[in-house]
């Protein structure tokens, strides 16, 4: 399993396209898991008041409707939820709350001495899934790491050539990865600075790429947010214009039937 992540990696390192990448087992997902704990099992978060609310509700929808038909659905019917009803769901919530802390604290007691291992356990998964979250926004904006190495670009520009030399395939990637790994070893020094240089030259030329996306971004960023609040003062100054007409009228109702 740690070998085909390891694999994986390299591959899309390599940037050796999309059809031996793809073509790799999708058995071990690219997501970060949660580290299973041995031990007893802590307590699960409670439901949201969304979630209770869905959970009452469901049953009452029309069969025929698939489930995403029942959760737009179910949205809408949220919104339009009176308050009074969202504060039963959200009582609810709370109690669960509650009782999922007093859950939480004896679960921690009950570890002993095993609870700073779980701790760190739990530590080190939080920061790989926001590692890994802000991984998918950078290559979501297009940003690319900078991190090029000269042994990358010797395999970038030999792993074609010595993959066709041994019939292709997934089955050979293995053979030719530790192929070049050692004829990388037995190259003089002068060839592999020769890679070094190029490959500095890459990260230098990807780090001015990433910065100009990442101030694009913020600049959109900030155009989307300082439109969202122009919407809103406008939406706030129609209501207020809205209700000064609103008094408006009543006064001079009340004066017509004083007169």
């Given at each position: 399993?740690?070998?085909?992540?390891?694999?994986?990696a390299?591959m899309?390192?390599?940037?050796?396209?999309?059809?031996?990448?793809c073509?790799?087992?999708?058995?071990?997902?690219?997501?970060?898991?949660?580290?299973?704990f041995?031990?007893?099992?802590p307590?699960?978060r409670?439901a949201t008041?969304?979630?209770i609310?869905?959970?009452?509700?469901?049953?009452?929808?029309?069969?025929?409707?698939?489930?995403?038909?029942?959760?737009?659905?179910?949205?809408?019917?949220?919104?339009?939820?009176?308050?009074?009803?969202k504060?039963?769901?959200?009582?609810?919530?709370?109690?669960?709350?509650?009782?999922?802390?007093q859950?939480?604290?004896q679960?921690?007691v009950d570890?002993?001495?095993?609870?700073?291992?779980?701790?760190?356990?739990l530590?080190?998964y939080?920061?790989?899934?926001?590692?890994f979250r802000?991984?998918?926004c950078?290559?979501r904006?297009?940003?690319?790491g900078?991190?090029?190495?000269g042994?990358?670009?010797?395999l970038?520009d030999?792993?074609?050539?010595?993959?066709?030399?041994?019939?292709?395939?997934r089955?050979?990637v293995?053979?030719?990865?530790?192929?070049l790994?050692?004829?990388?070893?037995?190259?003089?020094?002068?060839?592999?600075?020769?890679?070094?240089?190029?490959?500095?030259?890459?990260?230098s030329?990807?780090?001015a790429?990433?910065?100009?996306?990442?101030?694009?971004?913020?600049?959109?960023?900030?155009?989307?947010k300082?439109?969202?609040?122009?919407?809103?003062?406008?939406?706030?100054?129609?209501?207020v214009s809205?209700?000064?007409?609103?008094?408006?009228a009543?006064?001079?109702?009340v004066?017509?039937?004083?007169?």
């Amino acid at each position: 399993m740690a070998g085909l992540l390891a694999l994986r990696a390299s591959m899309r390192l390599l940037g050796l396209g999309e059809a031996l990448t793809c073509s790799l087992s999708t058995s071990s997902s690219s997501f970060v898991k949660r580290p299973v704990f041995e031990g007893p099992m802590p307590p699960k978060r409670p439901a949201t008041e969304f979630a209770i609310f869905v959970k009452t509700n469901m049953a009452a929808l029309p069969a025929e409707l698939n489930i995403r038909e029942k959760m737009q659905k179910l949205g809408h019917m949220w919104k339009s939820c009176p308050i009074t009803e969202k504060e039963n769901y959200r009582e609810q919530y709370m109690n669960l709350k509650t009782e999922y802390k007093q859950k939480l604290e004896q679960f921690m007691v009950d570890l002993g001495p095993k609870k700073e291992e779980y701790v760190a356990q739990l530590t080190a998964y939080k920061h790989k899934k926001e590692d890994f979250r802000k991984a998918v926004c950078d290559k979501r904006k297009g940003i690319q790491g900078n991190n090029m190495s000269g042994y990358t670009l010797y395999l970038q520009d030999n792993f074609a050539a010595s993959l066709d030399a041994h019939g292709g395939g997934r089955e050979n990637v293995p053979i030719v990865m530790k192929e070049l790994a050692g004829r990388w070893k037995e190259l003089d020094e002068n060839t592999k600075l020769g890679y070094k240089a190029r490959a500095s030259l890459v990260n230098s030329e990807r780090k001015a790429k990433n910065e100009t996306l990442v101030e694009k971004t913020v600049k959109v960023e900030s155009a989307s947010k300082e439109k969202v609040g122009d919407k809103k003062t406008d939406t706030k100054e129609a209501a207020v214009s809205k209700k000064t007409k609103e008094a408006s009228a009543k006064k001079a109702a009340v004066a017509k039937d004083t007169k």
